[in-house]
T-cell receptor, first 117, second 116 residues
């Protein structure tokens, strides 16, 4: 019974390159959340998606960042032209329709640690 | 807006001693409150949650927390620390019922160090 799977676990990019982070939610979950954890800080909400739709992106930087959750396949968080300040751990979480209605706790992945050199 | 304050970025205890990790929250609506634990290079694992009802909540690994509305607190305790409890602990709040989704606001975390 696989949980939320994120890959890669570690990603190193040079400044100016693109980073693509993948998240496969728990099977059957249609709600995906992305959170970012900067060094020595707590997790901060970035974006909430529900199959093909962005529901809330209030925590997403306005430029260079985008997220998608296609009908088929994993959710992707894309960071274009990365800068050193993008170095962080990016966590994905998912929930089912029922869990979302009940406000049940999210299922978190182990994160992708992005390092920008 | 909601916010969470965790007092003390690091807490050190001896094995067998009481663990107390502090969390205070701010919320304009009845909150749902959570404690998560993060082991090195891993994701978040839910320890316990408060939604409604009993204000003393028991979680996994012997942890418990008490919701005190008058103090806007949700401190995490464990009577006797174990070496395996060494990790980072995050308190989080969400807006509770009928929000449509779980938009968690996290504290900055408290690193628990356990010495033999």
């Amino acid at each position: 019974n696989a949980g939320v799977m994120q890959n890669p676990r570690h990603l190193v990019r040079r400044r100016g390159q693109e980073a693509r982070l993948r998240c496969s939610p728990v099977k059957g979950h249609s709600h995906v959340y992305w959170y970012r954890q900067l060094p020595e800080e707590g997790l901060k909400f970035m974006v909430y998606l529900q199959k093909e739709n962005i529901i809330d992106e209030s925590g997403m930087p306005k430029e260079r960042f985008s997220a998608e959750f296609p009908k088929e396949g994993p959710s992707i968080l894309r960071i274009q032209q990365v800068v050193r300040g993008d170095s962080a751990a990016y966590f994905c979480a998912s929930s089912s329709d029922r869990e979302t209605r009940n406000n049940s706790p999210l299922h978190f992945g182990n994160g992708t640690r992005l390092t920008v050199t | 807006a909601q916010s969470v304050t965790q007092l003390g970025s690091h807490v050190s205890v001896s094995e067998g001693a009481l663990v107390l990790l502090r969390c205070n929250y701010s919320s304009s609506v009845p909150p749902y409150l959570f404690w998560y634990v993060q082991y090195p290079n891993q994701g978040l694992q839910l320890l316990l949650k408060y939604t409604t009802g009993a204000t003393l909540v028991k979680g996994i690994n012997g942890f418990e927390a008490e919701f005190k509305k008058s103090e806007t607190s949700f401190h995490l305790t464990k009577p006797s620390a174990h070496m395996s409890d060494a990790a980072e602990y995050f308190c989080a709040v969400s807006r509770g019922m009928n929000t449509g989704f779980q938009k968690l606001v996290f504290g900055t975390g408290t690193r628990l160090l356990v010495s033999p």
